[in-house]
Structure formats: C-alpha cells, structure tokens
C-alpha cells in the first residue's frame, strides 16, 4: 500500500515529483518522474484572469462613472462581480493542454488549446490533462527471479494521454496508476524468468513491460510510447558465480574451437599422407620445400650434388673395384 493510500492524502500536479520516493516499496530511489518542475508558462492562466479581472473591473467602473458621474459602492461591487464573473467564464488552455468539462456532474466536453468559455456554476473543470509525453521512473526491489534469486531493477516508462476524456472518467488518478501499473508489471516480468535473462535480455523485457503496461493503461485513455530498464542490482556474491560460469563457459567454448581445428587438421594430413605415399615425385618436391622454408629461415646454404657429380663418383667407384 502506498503512502498517498495509506493517508488518503490528494496530491496536485506540483508534488507529484516529491511523491514519487513515497509511493512505492523503495524508500531511497532516484527518480525522474514528470511533471518534474514547474514551467513558467503554466502560469499564463494566471496571469491572463488577473489581467481579465483588472480590464473588466475599469471598463464597469468607466461605464459607471459615466452613467452616474461619479464612483460609489454600489458600483465598485458591481465591476467586482462582474470581473469575477468574467475570470470564470474567460479561460485559456496552453497548447499542450486539454480541459475536461463537466457540467452539473455529467461529461460536457472536452476545451482547448486557446481561448474556452464555461458557464459559472454550471460548469466544472474535472482535469487539465497535459499531452506532452511523460516520463515516470519506477522499480522493483528484492524481487524474485523464476529460480529464486533476489533482485533491484530500475526502469522508466514514457507515456503521453491520448483521450483526455477517458483519462478523467475512466481512472481517479492516471498518474500513479501509470506508475503502480508500470511497478506491478515488472514484477511479474521478472518472476517468470531467470536471473540471467533478465540480465541479459533487456530488450526483450523492454519490451514485454510495454505490451503488458499498455494493455491496462489503454482504457485509461493512457498510450505507452516505450519503456526502458535503468539498471539491474545483482547481488554481489551471485555476480562472482554467474562471472566464473561465464570464463567457464568461454574456456569450454574455446577449447571446443580447438578441438574442432585439430580435427580439421589431422584430416588434412590423413589426406596429404594419401597423396605422398602414392605419388613419390610429389613427397621429393614436399620435402625439398619444407628443406629450402628452413635454410631461409637459418640464414644457411645448402649444397645439392647434380647428376653430372653422380656420373663421376659411379664411374670412381667401378675403376676402384677393378683395381682391387
């Protein structure tokens, strides 16, 4: 249960990011949920009904002065009302912003951007919903993987509202239900997979938590633009093992290759041995190469007899036998 749960507290826009620590499980998290600060056009309604005020206050106390030739009470809380009548009527919405309106409790329409009129008393804004996109950090702390490891995610999810109407009617407050959508999906997410997918994969969970968060913010009136994982706290023990599975892994995978070379190799030998044994010219000519590869590498020379040399040495040889 969340702390605005608990106390039954109603935050406006501009605590909405102050709030975001509180509402989950977390108590220390960095957040970036938006609206994060104030802009200073959102002060541009406020600005245009004092103006509105002050023009339609003089204009009243002008066509007074005229009527009467002076200024009396009766006046002053005549252009009094009636400026404040005009503040309630007269309201301008920024571009980014859609105004929904109720009248006497039932859905009127929807007003804005520009210049939008109500009818004082009659009319009631229920919410000014901002389109810009949204950003709304969330996580998960302690949560447990498919083979029971415990986990701290981090993520963010970017969203805009696309049907002011449904997000005003449909759920009480789009803000934090976003979020809580967002926190109670990556929870399952992670529950259904090991801690090395979720590692691992973080695209693939990216996008699961997008489907999963749009299916119920959709009737909200809520469209999911994308989400994506900040960060993965592992505990530290278990990035040890999962660090020496990995090197065990690569070392198998290597080892693997190696074997795999060596095959190739002794079958390129079985093959060459094949060629050598049947044609001798080819195993000469084989071992003359390797001969001339290591004399170039030694830096030597070597000496071949020719034939001519062979010639003499056959013919020495017969005359020593007759001379015996």
Known sequence: MTESTKTGRRFGRGERADRAD???????????????TKHTDDNASIVFSAALFVVVFLLVGAIGFALTG????????IAVVLAVLAIFTIRIAPQWERVVIL???NYQRTAGPGLYYTIPFI??????????????G????????????????????????????????????YYDSVAMAAQ??????IGRKNVADVAMRRVQLDDELK??????????????????????????????????????ERERDARVVLAEVEQDIAAMLHEAADIYRDDEIAFRLR???????????????????SAYVDGFTEEAAREGARTR
């Open 103 to 105: 009248r006497f409790g």
């Open 287 to 305: 071992s003359m190469h390797l001969l001339n590869e290591g004399i170039k590498e030694a830096g030597s020379t070597m000496v071949v007899p």
């Open 70 to 77: 002076g200024i009396d009470i009766w006046i002053v809380c």
């Open 211 to 248: 489907r999963a968060i749009e299916e119920k913010t959709s009737t909200w009136g809520v469209s999911i633009l994308f989400v994506e994982i900040r960060d993965i706290v592992i505990p530290k023990e278990l990035q040890e093992s999962m660090s020496a599975e990995a090197r065990a």
């Open 123 to 136: 009319d009631h804004i229920a919410l000014h919903a901002d389109q810009r996109i949204m950003l709304t």
């Open 184 to 189: 109670t999906a990556l929870r399952d997410a």
């Open 22 to 36: 509180a509402a989950f499980d977390r108590p220390v998290i960095e957040r970036y949920s938006s609206p994060k």
């Open 138 to 173: 969330f996580g998960a702390e302690e949560t447990l993987t498919a083979d029971l490891v415990p986990i701290n995610v981090d993520a963010a999810v970017f969203w805009n509202v696309w049907d002011p109407k449904k997000a005003c009617l449909e759920v009480e407050d």
